[in-house]
């Protein structure tokens, strides 16, 4: 039976990709990952150098917005291509950047794929861990609670889960950024958190939120908050 590989490529840094991920990906034939409308997208970028040449790649285009109707399709094609070389026996790498299962679009494939193949699923180094990692932030010690939010959420909801833990890291912070400044200088929190862009790769950033709301928040950026 073929087998459909869910592969955490980490969060930039080529280093921070698994000894499995690297064996995994020397022996599968076709390999698929998520991509903008053009260009080959982060989780590719950060495999390429073990990418062999002449293997199959099925990158699953999608605008990269909030527009769930072209991801929808993407993952419906792209699950679709995957089951069809699935079928013909050829194990699929799905790589995902960070870890597959954490917003991770892998989810999306296997709850389209479920029942269809064998899946394995290789953990990645995650992007909380890289950001705490470049900010040399404890993320919890002893009896604290983390919590791993999108800022997305409404202002009051943000607060509430906030003040209900000693860390909170913020996903897809981007333009987010002020209201996330409200809500901190509401608890008094203001100055524990850190802005962190890019994590692991060449061009990282750790900036207060006043930094970062000057220079402009990106897609790629987490907030760490602490207590
Ligand atoms: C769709 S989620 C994917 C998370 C990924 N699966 C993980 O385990 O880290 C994308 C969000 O993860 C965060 N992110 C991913 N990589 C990052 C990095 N290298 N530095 C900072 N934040 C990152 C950002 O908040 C971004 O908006």
Do not use: W
């Not at 840094?13 to 034939?29: F, G």
């Not at 890289?130 to 607060?159: C, K, R, S, W, Y």
């Amino acid at each position: 039976v073929a087998k459909l590989y869910g592969i955490g490529v980490g969060p930039g840094d080529p280093e921070l990709l698994t000894l499995k991920a690297a064996r995994i990906l020397s022996e599968v034939l076709v390999i698929a990952y998520p991509a903008p409308l053009e260009g080959q997208g982060l989780a590719r970028t950060i495999a390429e150098y073990l990418i062999p040449q002449g293997v199959t790649e099925i990158p699953l285009r999608m605008e990269m917005t909030l527009n769930r109707q072209s991801a929808n399709a993407a993952y419906d094609a792209g699950a679709d291509e995957i089951n069809r070389q699935l079928r013909a026996g050829n194990d699929v790498a799905f790589l995902c950047e960070g870890d597959p299962l954490l917003f991770g679009s892998f989810i999306y494939l296997m709850e389209r794929l479920h029942g269809h193949a064998e899946i394995e699923i290789v953990p990645g180094v995650s992007s909380p861990m890289a950001a705490a990692a470049a900010a040399h932030f404890p993320l919890a010690t002893q009896d604290e609670a983390v919590l791993l939010i999108p800022a997305t959420h409404g202002e009051a909801e943000l607060e509430r889960l906030i003040a209900s833990v000693q860390t909170a890291c913020l996903f897809k912070v981007g333009r987010h950024l002020e209201k996330i400044r409200r809500v901190l200088a509401k608890l008094g929190r203001l100055d524990k958190a850190h802005y962190v862009e890019r994590a692991s790769q060449a061009d990282q950033k750790v900036l207060s939120l006043d930094e970062a709301i000057e220079k402009g928040g990106i897609y790629f950026a987490l907030v760490l908050v602490g207590s």
